[in-house]
């Protein structure tokens, strides 16, 4: 059956009217007008819009990581601006965006994503390694990819005879993959590993065969062939085994940016909340004295180290950084707790952080750099801030996750 499509939705899906009822289709435009097939999904275009792109990648649409390229430059640039106007509408939240920053202009690997999680399925004869198909348990095998890294990709292809051996006949096993700069961090999930002797040296065989530098199973560190460091403004930390790290490495340098200009000339002292391994802390560690907290006891010991062998170094001439593990959802730090601050950092996970923003509501603190991954989440608390006295001087959107749904954002909030 026939579909005119009239708008899209924040999943990058087609929205049409059929029988009185919206109909959501990936994969389509506005204005097209589109043949269903009978599971009400794209079959043929029959008007193409004018915004429509040819893809840059050969499984788009079949594998379920990208939902955006066949969208023109400036279509896909001002639905992503609308993942975030939406979000401030539906909390009756009045600020246009100052900046919408995409990292498509940069050559080399400093423009894209720099971890990836993939599925593996064992076949007859080998393993079969891809993304998730897009709404399906299927698995479509990844002959390229233009969001990941080059050193990612090399990898790809030579880890199907590596992990077979450690899976099962039935059963999808998960791939982690990391990039830092170069040097490879692969974590394997649902494989079989019981630390025999044989297997901790085929391990070691292997990653040493493939150049991989630090190898995790089943949430468990196996091993570490030298140093792996990643910089945040002149320090080394060491990032956690499997943990988090900002996607894309000029995001991470855009974000960490807008946090030394907005927060770099505050007189007092600063938190930094949900601080992981300091990704953030340190864009102020030469200016302020800094308490930084995040529930992961492994991140914080890693950013107090980083600062700790840093400290040493009399030309960076850092001031105080003191690391804390603290669930910050269960004992967010208190309005008496946050009054000897001047200002906070905060860059909670998906669902925000709204205890914690309720106490900063009522304390002394003037300033907050807001870094989010969820518009909506974000919406939600800048609304309890702005109804408290606080005002979004300067918000942006980050494509630091290209092609994607996803949008990351850096705001600034001052109290008025």
């Not at 400290?311 to 593990?325: E, F, M, N, P, R």
Request: hydrophobic residues 40%; charged residues 25%; glycine residues 6%.
């Amino acid at each position: 059956m026939q579909l005119k499509i009239d708008d899209i939705g924040h999943k990058g899906h087609g929205i049409g009217q059929l029988d009185g009822k919206q109909v959501f289709v990936p994969f389509a435009l506005p204005n097209e007008i589109i043949l269903l097939n009978d599971e009400q999904k794209l079959s043929k275009i029959i008007e193409p819009s004018d915004q429509r792109v040819k893809p840059v990648c050969k499984h788009f649409t079949k594998c379920g990581s990208c939902v955006a390229q066949h969208m023109s430059a400036d279509f896909y640039k001002n639905w992503k601006k609308s993942l975030l106007t939406y979000a401030l509408e539906q909390q009756n939240i009045d600020k246009n965006l100052d900046e919408y920053i995409s990292f498509e202009a940069l050559k080399g690997d400093i423009g894209k994503r720099r971890r990836v999680k993939l599925a593996a399925k064992r076949t007859k004869k080998s393993v079969m390694i891809g993304y998730h198909k897009a709404q399906s348990h299927a698995i479509i095998p990844l002959e390229e990819c233009p969001i990941i890294t080059q050193n990612i990709m090399d990898v790809i292809p030579k880890l199907a005879d590596f992990i077979q051996p450690l899976m099962s006949r039935k059963g999808v096993s998960y791939i982690n993959i990391t990039d830092y700069s170069g040097v490879i961090e692969i974590a394997l999930d649902n494989v079989k590993y019981e630390h025999s002797y044989d297997e901790i040296n085929y391990a070691n065989a292997q990653s040493e065969k493939l150049g991989i530098a630090r190898l995790v199973i089943n949430d468990e560190l196996i091993l570490q062939r030298g140093d792996i460091f990643e910089s945040f403004n002149d320090v080394q930390v060491t990032p956690v085994a499997a943990g988090f790290m900002q996607a894309v490495k000029a995001a991470e340098l855009s974000m960490s940016g807008l946090v030394k200009r907005f927060l770099g000339d505050k007189k007092g002292d600063v938190v930094d909340l949900f601080a992981g391994i300091g990704t953030f802390t340190f864009a102020l560690a030469k200016s302020h004295k800094i308490d930084a907290f995040d529930y992961d006891k492994f991140a914080i010991e890693a950013l107090q180290t980083g600062f700790n062998k840093a400290g040493s170094d009399q030309s960076l001439k850092l001031k105080t950084v003191t690391a804390t593990a603290r669930d910050l959802y269960r004992r967010p730090l208190f309005k008496d707790e946050l009054n000897k601050y001047s200002a906070a950092i905060i860059d909670p996970p998906r669902a925000g952080a709204e205890a914690q923003i309720k106490q900063i509501c009522d304390s002394k603190i003037t300033d907050i750099v807001y870094i989010s991954c969820n518009p909506s989440s974000f919406a939600r608390d800048a609304k309890t801030l702005t109804n408290s006295g606080f005002r979004i001087e300067y918000l942006a959107a980050i494509d630091q996750f290209k092609y994607s749904a996803h949008l990351e954002l850096v705001a600034h909030l001052v109290r008025i």
